[in-house]
């Protein structure tokens, strides 16, 4: 049934593989900016790291004024780990918009 119905089926043209490729192309740039604002939560763990960061550089203060620089040091340690995450999703980003580019020069 499936063949059938391939063969009734027209085949897409280029330009509109292009555009749908373009298409989805966009919506991941968009989904990484939700993740880096931290509004999506993105398979098993929630990327919501810019709130997340105030929080924690909220708590390190409070660790100094109680003198525990054990935790104040556990808790930097996640504020630098958030902060590459973002810069990981700022790669990632830029290199879904080059994609688009080269698609957009190559048709």
């Known amino acids: 049934m499936d063949k ?3 063969m ?3 085949k897409p043209n280029p330009q509109q593989l292009l555009r749908d490729w373009q ?3 966009r919506q991941e740039c ?4 939700r993740q880096i604002r931290g509004k999506l939560l993105h398979f ?6 810019q709130r997340e960061e105030k929080s924690v550089q ?3 203060r409070d660790a100094a004024k109680r003198n525990d620089m054990g935790s104040a040091k556990a808790l ?3 504020i630098v780990m958030s902060r590459k995450a973002v810069n990981r999703l700022y790669e990632n980003k830029a290199q879904l918009i080059s ?6 020069e190559s048709v």
């Open 4 to 6: 059938f119905k391939n």
């Open 8 to 10: 009734l089926k027209p």
């Open 30 to 33: 968009r989904n990484i900016e």
């Open 76 to 78: 930097a340690k996640e």
């Open 99 to 104: 994609i688009s580019m080269h698609l957009g």
């Open 58 to 60: 909220k708590a390190i």
């Open 23 to 25: 298409r989805k192309l």
């Open 44 to 49: 098993l763990f929630s990327l919501n790291v």
